[in-house]
């Protein structure tokens, strides 16, 4: 499924693969358990194909298990951030299969080549195992999503991250301000510009709000170092 989930910053675009397609059925066997990001760097007027990034080895060279690598990405700089929750939310008409663990990896580009920098795992914050659905980058920071697909009255929940020195800190809970009420849908939009995380939520109540159908917002986080 390539074009599944895109990022880009003008200079870089990177492309996932994997397969999120509902009602298989029977060909959801053959699934793809290990999908690659492609990546292209701008140069001059055209687009060089620089290759793909895939999930890394194991260290006992184990078979990758990790289905929905690439389900998000994010773009900044010589960084690539890439989600790779263990499920995805379920529908009405299929659950999903569960893949490996829920991670978030992050790649360096030395060159004209992508390595592997980090491995975020999702226990680092949450036993949720769609942790990765979402990711935002802006240079030394990385926001990512994560919500309990076992848990359907349980509030998503979105997570900062903090390069220094090459090695990535954290986890911080960004929670909503007193009287907030954040929903399942906390973190469906997430973005990083000018150290402000922006996370968007269509199923937020603010306490001056009354019953009825949920207006939704946008909450502003301020990165202060």
Known sequence: SFGTAFAGDGQTVAV?????????KEQRLGRERDP?????????TAWRL???????????????????????LAVSGDTLAVG???TLMPRPSEVLPRSGVPMVHVFRRSGDRWMPEAAIPGLSATPALCFGLEVALEGDLLAVRSVDPERMD???????????????GGPQELVPGKGITRGRGYGL????GGGRVFVGDGTARGADEGAGPAPGMVLVFEDRG
């Open 154 to 168: 349980a509030p998503a929940s979105v997570w900062l991250y903090r390069r220094s020195n090459g090695a990535w």
């Open 36 to 44: 690659r990001v492609f990546l292209w760097s701008r140069v001059g």
């Open 50 to 72: 620089d290759g793909f990034v895939r999930t890394p080895p194991s260290p006992n060279g184990a078979p990758a298990d990790a289905m929905w690598f690439g389900v998000s």
């Open 84 to 86: 790779s929750p263990a």
């Open 16 to 24: 996932g693969s994997a397969d999120t397609r509902f009602t298989l």
């Open 189 to 192: 939009g997430l973005a990083i």
